[in-house]
T-cell receptor, first 109, second 117 residues
Framework: DAKTTQPPSMDCAEGRAANLPCNHSTISGNEYVYWYRQIHSQGPQYIIHGLKNNETNEMASLIITEDRKSSTLILPHATLRDTAVYYCIAHTGGFKTIFGAGTRLFVKA | DARVTQTPRDKVTEMGQEVTMRCQPILGHNTVFWYRQTMMQGLELLAYFRNRAPLDDSGMPKDRFSAEMPDATLATLKIQPSEPRDSAVYFC???????????????FGPGTRLTVL
């Protein structure tokens, strides 16, 4: 699975869009990009995944660059409850998932 | 609303005691994962099972840890004997992964917080 790089922390004002970047420059053609988040003291929660097209669901949008070397998770209207650690993972599927350190997002009132 | 359940939620024990953690995966999911999370190491994959068979337990200390799936609705993680360095939050997750890569999301339980004194 490709290594991913994320900033260790980010701030966002409540009500504004939170844009969380992820670099996966060594991603291979069959690797998907997955995003999870972990709110304090809870288990990680799946957010969204994609291969090469942009994806949107009720939680977030995922923008993947054309060369697939990076992606951005967008929380369109961040709330205080979105304060969490966000993990970006690239893998080919199957079973094994390796979580990195993630980005700690602080949403401020 | 289908969820992964884990018991106990909190466990405090003394060094040398046996600890058993239980997980009930979401009905219909055929893959179960065990993770351990500490401040120092982050979230580490210990082992995972597909259709109740262990596929990979390379992340697990073999001498004291064991993981099993007695049936499709129950996964267990045992530590015997427990040591203070085993103190962590242990998460179970389940899913229906596909080898092609898509739709491999995992659903996590609330975790078991283990403290070994």
């Amino acid at each position: 699975d490709a290594k991913t790089t994320q900033p260790p922390s980010m701030d966002c004002a409540e009500g504004r869009a939170a844009n969380l970047p992820c670099n996966h420059s060594t991603i291979s053609g069959n690797e998907y990009v997955y995003w999870y988040r972990q709110i304090h003291s809870q288990g990680p929660q799946y957010i969204i995944h994609g291969l090469k097209n942009n994806e949107t669901n009720e939680m977030a949008s995922l923008i993947i660059t054309e060369d697939r070397k990076s992606s951005t998770l967008i929380l369109p209207h961040a709330t205080l409850r979105d304060t969490a650690v966000y993990y970006c993972i690239a893998h080919t599927g199957g079973f094994k998932t390796i979580f990195g350190a993630g980005t700690r997002l602080f949403v401020k009132a | 609303d289908a969820r992964v359940t884990q018991t106990p939620r909190d466990k405090v024990t003394e060094m040398g005691q046996e600890v058993t953690m239980r997980c009930q995966p979401i009905l219909g999911h055929n893959t179960v994962f065990w993770y351990r999370q500490t401040m120092m190491q982050g979230l580490e994959l210990l082992a995972y099972f597909r259709n109740r068979a262990p596929l990979d337990d390379s992340g697990m200390p073999k001498d004291r840890f064991s993981a099993e799936m007695p049936d499709a609705t129950l996964a267990t993680l045992k530590i015997q004997p427990s040591e203070p360095r085993d103190s962590a939050v242990y998460f179970c997750a389940s899913g229906l992964p596909r080898l092609a890569g898509g739709d491999n999301e995992q659903f996590f339980g609330p975790g078991t917080r283990l403290t070994v004194l």
